[in-house]
């Protein structure tokens, strides 16, 4: 069956306060648009139509990338006026489904089955029960159960206020004859704006059977005006999120205190803390645990590693049984073999540090090679940017970097090479030798301290 989406994404979100569109605002990392986006995407459209308008060119900007056609509403004349402004791209033949760019969380599950019950030609009416239904129009069905009309809170008499389900805004239709009902919309109305929601009416009266599909949840159908409900929305989709990895086996220490902004995959008997934020693609292993606080992104960890708490894994990926942190940084570029330690306040960025090797303590290990059982004593630091340039160090298996020490790179240190705490290394330091660099200690006899002049 043909397919054509539309989202309605003109809305300018005045009640946000934000210079940002409304369909900019970023649910779980992400803009709310690009969520509805991805979702249209599942349902493999012949073509997904978004209808701009205010901040229509951040928008386009900030989803350059995104596979669907732009539409502009130059005016927002309201939902019906919104729709009509894609019809023209969209072939006769087409079903057309109508998502909203501010109603994220809808499933592919429920708007699949809302695709089937209106089949190739019919019309199709997603909508919900709710405990409190007050302010929303309601869904008016006759004796044998079809919708009939949509009659408005302010319109309803007492007996259709007491109806529970409401209309959600979200509906798919035949292009030839939503294109016609559009163009008869009529706007006289208070806000002078075409609604969509009068087609339904107008289906009603062409005999055209209105399928109603009611959402298995709440959830699904909220929109977002404010960031009261943007917050509820970020909640109902963390604990959906976290849900999920616990039935894959993951075990959280408080699922509500467990941020997904991304796709994680995970293998069997992980554990995660509390204030843990993945962002991006995320790979962790058999039996790997993560502390508290900790910020993952984009990063595979192998099997049997520990992340201590309070650590940031950027763009980085680290192999099997390493320990990190606690307090560590990973920058972009970092790669650990198998068995690696990394300690508290070590800092390692664009470098790879092989199998067995460990920092434990106070370094940073920056455009480096480090090659099998190094041990990196504490406040060691590979010198590698001059004031205009970066220079790679190379370090030897079985080197042993003493405390303190500064290698200047570029620079090479031998395998099993030795360098003394304290010194600073600027030339190549060879193969199973020990390298100093130091000053010579002397004691001043007769020296005084300084002293503050009195005031």
């Known amino acids: 069956m043909p397919l054509s989406i539309v989202i309605l994404a003109a809305g300018q979100g005045k009640r946000m306060k934000s210079d940002l569109p409304k369909v900019l605002q970023p649910l779980a990392g992400r803009p709310l648009l690009a969520h509805v986006i991805d979702t249209a995407r599942a349902l493999r459209a012949d ?175 909220l929109g977002v005006n404010d960031k009261v409900q943007l917050a509820r929305l970020e909640a109902e989709l963390r604990a959906e999120r976290a849900n999920a990895l616990m039935l894959q086996g993951v075990t959280l220490a408080d699922p509500a205190r467990v941020d997904i902004r991304g796709e994680v995959s995970v293998g069997r008997d992980v554990f995660i803390d509390v204030n843990v934020v993945m962002v991006g693609k995320v790979e962790l292993g058999d039996r790997v645990r993560i502390g508290p606080n900790c910020y993952l992104k984009d990063c595979s960890i192998g099997a049997d590693t520990e992340v201590h708490p309070s650590c940031v894994i950027d763009r980085t990926s680290i192999g099997a049984r390493a320990s990190i942190g606690p307090f560590a940084r990973l920058r972009p570029g970092a790669e650990l073999h198998d068995d690696v330690h990394i300690g508290n306040f070590v800092e390692v960025k664009n470098s790879v540090i092989g199998a067995g090797s460990k920092a434990n303590h106070l370094t940073y290990l920056g455009d480096a090679t480090v090659g099998r059982k190094v041990n990196v004593g504490a406040g060691s630091v590979t010198v590698n940017y001059d004031g205009a340039n970066k220079w790679r160090t190379e370090i030897g298996d079985n080197a042993f970097i003493g405390s303190g020490s500064m290698l200047v790179a570029p620079i090479k240190i031998g395998a099993g090479a030795n360098t003394g705490a304290g010194s600073t290394i600027t030339k190549d330091a060879p193969e199973g030798k020990l390298t100093l660099a130091r000053a010579r200690q002397a004691t001043i006899e007769g020296w005084k301290r300084p002293e503050k002049k009195p005031k």
């Not at 302010?154 to 798919?172: H, S």
């Open 47 to 221: 073509a997904i139509h978004v209808v701009h308008g205010h901040g229509g060119e951040q928008v386009k900007q900030a989803l350059a990338d995104e596979p669907v056609n732009w539409v502009l509403q130059a005016e927002q004349l309201g939902t019906g006026h919104a729709v009509a402004q894609a019809m023209p791209s969209i072939p006769d033949d087409h079903q057309v489904l109508i998502l909203y760019g501010d109603v994220p969380l809808v499933r592919q599950a429920t708007l699949e089955r809302l695709i089937a019950e209106a089949g190739p030609q019919g019309f199709g009416l997603l909508t919900v029960v709710l405990a409190d239904p007050s302010g929303y129009g309601r869904i008016v069905r006759d004796n044998a159960g079809n919708v009939v009309r949509i009659v408005e809170q302010k319109d309803a008499n007492t007996k259709e206020r007491a109806i529970p389900e409401i209309n959600t805004g979200l509906m798919i239709g035949p292009a030839r004859a939503l294109r016609g009902w559009l163009a008869a919309l009529r706007n006289d109305n208070s806000q002078g704006e075409y609604y969509l929601t009068d087609v339904i009416v107008m289906a009603v009266r062409a005999n055209m059977k209105v399928n109603a599909v009611i959402t298995p949840t709440e959830a699904e159908v």
